[in-house]
């Protein structure tokens, strides 16, 4: 058993089981969104937390310890997603990203904006022109340093 197996088993469990990402982000008592990542194999889950995971889906206990393993990051199959709703953001990026790039070097200075020290929140935004989607991304500003 690898760590895609026990995603692949906590999806089918999801489904079968008709469980919402928010239900067990609250069992666990984190946001949805990290929980998603966790539950999807982006990240480690402590002890407590993977032992709240694998009795939601009902794993094993090796899929359990599997949880609390550093995952290898990076859940794309193809450097350009072929997913359309992935691809979306690619897309994004790709009209967008120069834009950020700019905004925030005016705003912050020249560095970067933290993936890992990193926060996201995803709502439906209710329109009456069809619904959004809106997500909050805050990212710590990691100055470059001089040396």
Same mark, same amino acid.
């Given at each position: 058993?690898?760590?895609?197996?026990?995603?692949?088993?906590i999806?089918?469990?999801?489904i079968?089981?008709?469980?919402?990402?928010?239900?067990?982000?609250?069992?666990?008592?984190?946001s949805?969104?990290?929980?998603?990542?966790?539950?999807?194999?982006?990240?480690?889950?402590?002890?407590?937390?993977?032992?709240l995971?694998?009795? &939601?889906?009902?794993?094993?206990?090796?899929?359990?310890a599997?949880?609390?393993?550093?995952?290898?990051?990076?859940s794309?199959?193809?450097?350009?997603?072929?997913?359309?709703?992935?691809?979306?953001?690619y897309?994004?990026v790709?009209?967008?990203? &120069?834009?950020?790039?700019?905004?925030?070097?005016?705003?912050?200075?020249?560095?970067i904006?933290s993936?890992?020290?990193f926060?996201?929140?995803?709502?439906?935004?209710?329109?009456?022109?069809g619904?959004?989607?809106?997500?909050?991304?805050?990212?710590?500003?990691?100055?470059?340093?001089?040396?």
């Amino acid at each position: 058993m690898n760590r895609n197996d026990v995603t692949e088993m906590i999806i089918a469990a999801k489904i079968q089981k008709g469980i919402k990402w928010g239900d067990v982000a609250r069992k666990v008592g984190l946001s949805k969104e990290w929980v998603t990542a966790g539950c999807l194999g982006q990240m480690t889950f402590d002890k407590k937390q993977a032992a709240l995971i694998g009795k &939601t889906f009902g794993l094993p206990a090796e899929a359990v310890a599997l949880l609390q393993t550093v995952p290898y990051k990076g859940s794309l199959p193809t450097a350009v997603p072929t997913d359309p709703l992935i691809y979306r953001f690619y897309e994004l990026v790709n009209v967008y990203g &120069t834009t950020f790039k700019e905004l925030i070097h005016e705003e912050f200075g020249d560095g970067i904006m933290s993936a890992i020290d990193f926060r996201m929140d995803l709502q439906r935004e209710p329109n009456a022109a069809g619904d959004r989607v809106n997500i909050v991304m805050s990212g710590k500003f990691l100055p470059y340093k001089t040396y």
